[in-house]
Every structure is written in C-alpha cells, then in structure tokens.
C-alpha cells in the first residue's frame, strides 16, 4: 500500500553511519531510520547480541518472565528513576499504554478524570488514540471520529494549559522537543512551570521521550536539561538500536494496572531486549555522551555558520537532533532530493517541514563524517536556497 512516497534506491547494506544501495551508490545517512540507529547500521554489539540471544531464546510470550527483558527493565529503571517498566513494540504502543495507565488512575484516585491536555503540532504516533493525542494538523478529521479527551494546548504557553485543566483532567502530556513539528523544543522554564502545575493540581506529567530519549540529545533524557522528573515517560525509536521495541516507564504510584488490564503478545521479546541492553551499555559507556555533545557543538557550529549565510535563523534543537531552516518555503525537499542524487556520495536528510531540514544522525557519528556532511548540506542548500 502507498502510505508514503518513497525515492527510487533499494539500500540493500549499511554500515555506521554509511548505506549502499543495489547498485553500489554509497550515503551518509542523517536519518538512520528516522532517530533509530542509535549506533548506526549493523552495529557490531547490536549484531553480536542479537545473534546470540536468537541462538538462546527469542520469545516466550508475556505470561512467563525472560532474563533479557528483567535485565532491560533493571537498567532502564536505574537510569531514569522512575520504578516500573513495561515494554512495547513501538512507540505508539508505549504512548497507548501511558494514556491507559492514564486513565485508569483517573479512575481510582481523580473521580473518573481521564482528560489528557497534549499540545498543537505534537506527535504521539499512529494509533486511533495516539493519533487524537497528537497536534498534527490533519489528525483532528482522517479518521474520524477521534477518540475523545484530548484537549490541545501550545506549547511554551502556560496560560492555554492552565485554561484547559478541569475537574475531568487527569494528564498533561508533551514531548521535550517536539521532533516532527520540526524540532521544537519546550523550553526549560516552561517544562518546569508544567511540572509545577501538574503538582498544584495533582495531575501526572507524561513525557513522550520516543524520540528524544537514550542520549540522542547529548543527555540521556530529553527533559534532563529543565532538571525536571516526569511521573510517567515513553520510549522508543533508539531504545532498539534498530530492533523493534518500546517502553513504558512510571513511578510506582501511578502503576495501577492490575493483571489482565494491558499486554500484548511480542512484549518484553527476549530478542528485541537483549538488542537494547546492548544499545544502552554502549550508551553508558565511557565519554560516549560527552562525544555526542562534542559532535552535536560540530553540527551546530557548522549549521549556525550556513544558517548565517542564509540569513535564515538559528539552528533548532540539542545533541544530534537538529533543524536548519532554509530562507525559501519550498526548499528542504528540492534540497534533500539534491543531496540524495548528488555526485559522489549521496546524503540521506529528512525535510521535515517544506522550509526546514532535520538530521538525526547515529550518536556514534565521527568528526570527519560530520565535516563531510555539513560541506555537502552547505553546498546543496546555497543552490537550493538560491535556484528558481
Ligand atoms: C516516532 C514517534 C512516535 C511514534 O513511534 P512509532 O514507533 O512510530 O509508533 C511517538 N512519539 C514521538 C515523539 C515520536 O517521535
């Protein structure tokens, strides 16, 4: 079925930050799977883990407890403070279960409240449910009719939360920086003056770190720049390093599911884990953050010095998430298209919005890779931008 348009190579091997396509052509690729690759193609620890724990164990089902997936819970756990952990195959999945565990400590302890305020142009993902959580225009009526509760608020603007909150609120959910708005980041303040508010009025403070989470933003949480702590927070995209798997985490006093109320066959997949234990102990590793804010201050420094030349404003986000926005409205997807095709090798960037590209590169991404990239990006764009 056609959900998207797709450019015509078939990449058919990938390594580190490089892909090949069928024939031969090589890429930098600044997408990695949409924030995915972690570590980048065929990482060799993600490798070796998955190709050990397919020899041991893939799956047992849900109903029985795996080593894996108790490990994984352990350090996810330990990392983020939070107390409970409960996996998912994606990241929508982990945002429908927040919304359900949500909703049901409504009901035992808010009178049956199960409004959850979220936010213009955010992104939650693709169920019915996590689609009316989100702030995409165009999600309000494809669809329809959505399922309710949902009340929007902007983002960076307490007073339009505050407007919103009623007896029937049990919820305020939002991403630390909006990724597919365009990355849009909530500003430290303002996630604290949320904080404060959900405090005052008793309600839990969701944080969808699908994209934001496990070091992509030079920390290993989105919301640890505000110095804030969520009560509830979703995983996903680069928990897995390229394997299917997403989380959801609470503190014990929101975890008010009872046996029976949540589940889902491929959960906590032996297989799956043992990849994200493998992503997470490299992320842990040594000076590895620290090198993702040196790369992420490269990428910066370069951008902001193109941007200037554009005259079109500064560079958007933190760590190895990052927007340049582009002076010519129509300009990010003739300039993707430019960098794909281009001589040489090819440079894989998303155009998230017509006037804004977005890189995503894998955390482990090298000092020259990132000089080459941001020479052809430069090159491109000055055409692009320029060109009728
Ligand atoms: C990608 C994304 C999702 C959805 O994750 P899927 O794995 O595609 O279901 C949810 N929230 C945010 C912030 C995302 O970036």
New binding site residues.
């Given amino acids: 079925m056609t959900v998207t348009h797709r450019p015509s190579p078939v990449f058919t091997r990938g390594r580190g930050s490089w892909l090949w396509d069928g024939e031969g052509r090589r890429y930098l690729d600044l997408v990695q799977g949409?924030?995915v690759n972690t570590l980048g193609h065929a990482a060799p620890p993600v490798v070796e883990a998955l190709a050990r724990q397919a020899a041991e164990l893939m799956h047992v089902g849900p109903g029985f407890h795996n080593a894996p997936a108790i490990a994984l819970a352990s350090r996810l756990t330990g990392l983020c403070g939070l107390d409970r952990c409960f996996f998912t195959n994606?990241?929508?999945?982990a945002?429908e279960g927040a919304i359900k565990l949500a909703r049901k400590f409504g009901q035992l302890h808010r009178g049956g409240a199960y409004e959850i305020i979220t936010f213009a142009d955010s992104?939650?993902?693709?169920t019915l449910a996590?689609m009316s959580a989100s702030g995409k225009p165009g999600f309000d009526t494809l669809f329809a009719p959505q399922v309710p509760g949902f009340p929007k608020a902007r983002l960076n603007d307490l007073a339009s939360i505050e407007v919103l909150v009623s007896s029937r609120t049990v919820a305020v959910m939002l991403?630390p920086i909006q990724?597919?708005a365009g990355v849009v980041e909530a500003r430290p303040d303002f996630l604290q003056a949320v904080r404060r508010l959900c405090d005052d009025h008793g309600l839990l403070l969701i944080l969808?770190e699908?994209?934001?989470g496990v070091g992509r933003t030079g920390q290993w949480w989105g919301h640890e720049a505000s110095g804030i702590r969520p009560d509830i927070m979703?995983l996903?995209?680069g928990l897995g390093g390229g394997a299917p798997i997403?989380a959801l985490l609470a503190r014990e006093g929101v975890c008010c599911f009872a046996p029976g109320d949540q589940g889902g066959t491929f959960n906590g997949n032996a297989l799956v884990c043992a990849a994200a234990l493998a992503v997470i102990d490299a992320v842990a590793g040594a000076g590895f953050l620290a090198e993702v804010r040196a790369r992420g201050a490269q990428w910066r420094d370069g951008l902001d010095r193109l941007g200037r030349r554009l005259g079109s404003g500064p560079v958007r986000g933190r760590g190895l998430l990052l927007a340049l926005d582009l002076p010519r409205t129509d300009a990010a997807a003739r300039a993707a298209e430019a960098l794909r095709e281009r001589g040489g090798t090819g440079v894989l960037v998303n155009a998230v919005r017509p006037h804004r590209l977005r890189l995503m590169p894998a955390l482990n991404i090298s000092q020259e890779e990132t000089a080459l990239g941001i020479e052809a990006i430069t090159e491109a764009v000055m055409v692009a931008a320029g060109g009728g």
């Fill in positions: 949409w924030a994606s990241g929508a999945e945002n992104f939650h993902g693709r996590t991403e990724g597919e969808d699908v994209q934001t979703t996903g995209k997403g």
